[in-house]
Antibody, heavy 123, light 110 residues
């Protein structure tokens, strides 16, 4: 069974960079025919797509975050990472990594999710 | 890009049927598939409908997805409501290289 797990600091200082890693088990990022992505949810609010990538292919980002976000992959560890710079309190959220199980680029559905990682931006 | 608008909250009694709506602001609802997610408190979302009307394995057939071009909206209909269905429900679609979520509906079953 595919499992995803987010990890990283729970507290980030304003103006600094938020970094999270998603470790995938039960399946390979590099040989599967799927996109993988990050989604976030501010406390008490709705879901916001951050970005998705296909191993060896394209990476797509939410236009509203594109100037501050980057997704990278470490296939040897079966991990992918999120980097969000110049953070403010508005970036405080639960960050989820997920698999896009659809057969179209960046369309969903997101069929496997990590449990989520709360990141608070505060000094 | 378009927006997906969902009612903030809906309440219904156990055993009844409820329809949760998701209205697309511009462009045709039929142009891009709609997915639905259930999120119980403190948990990650789970996919309950994909590609407008398809149920993932393990999702009971009480969950039914549809689209209506006349109202430019998608609906998630849950029949035979159970207390365990109480959750937040999100619709999701896409356009070009962008994924769009609705704001979510809080379903209360009481």
């Amino acid at each position: 069974q595919l499992q995803l797990q987010e990890s990283g600091p729970g507290l980030v200082t304003p103006s600094e960079t938020l970094s999270l890693t998603c470790t995938v088990s039960g399946g390979s990022i590099s040989i599967s025919s799927y996109y993988w992505g990050w989604i976030r949810q501010p406390p008490g609010k709705g879901l916001e797509w951050i970005g998705s990538f296909y191993y060896g292919g394209n990476t797509y980002y939410n236009p509203s975050l594109k100037s501050r976000v980057s997704i990278s992959v470490d296939a040897s560890k079966n991990q992918f990472s999120l980097s969000l710079n110049s953070v403010t309190a508005a970036d405080t959220a639960v960050y989820y990594c997920a698999r896009d199980g659809g057969f179209r680029a960046v369309a969903g559905p997101f069929d496997f999710w990590g449990p989520g990682s709360l990141v608070t931006v505060s000094s | 890009n378009f927006m997906l608008t969902q009612p903030h909250s809906v309440s219904e009694s156990p055993g009844k049927t409820v329809a949760l709506s998701c209205t697309r602001s511009s462009g045709s609802i039929a142009s891009n598939y709609v997915q639905w997610y259930q999120q119980r408190p403190g948990s990650a979302p789970t996919n309950v409908i994909y590609d407008d009307d398809q149920r993932p394995s393990g999702v009971p057939d009480r969950f039914f997805g549809s689209i209506d071009s006349s109202s430019n909206s998608a609906s998630l209909t849950i029949s035979g409501l159970k207390t365990e269905d109480e959750a937040d429900y999100y619709c999701q679609s896409y356009e070009g290289d962008n994924v769009i979520f609705g704001g979510g509906t809080k379903l209360t079953v009481l």
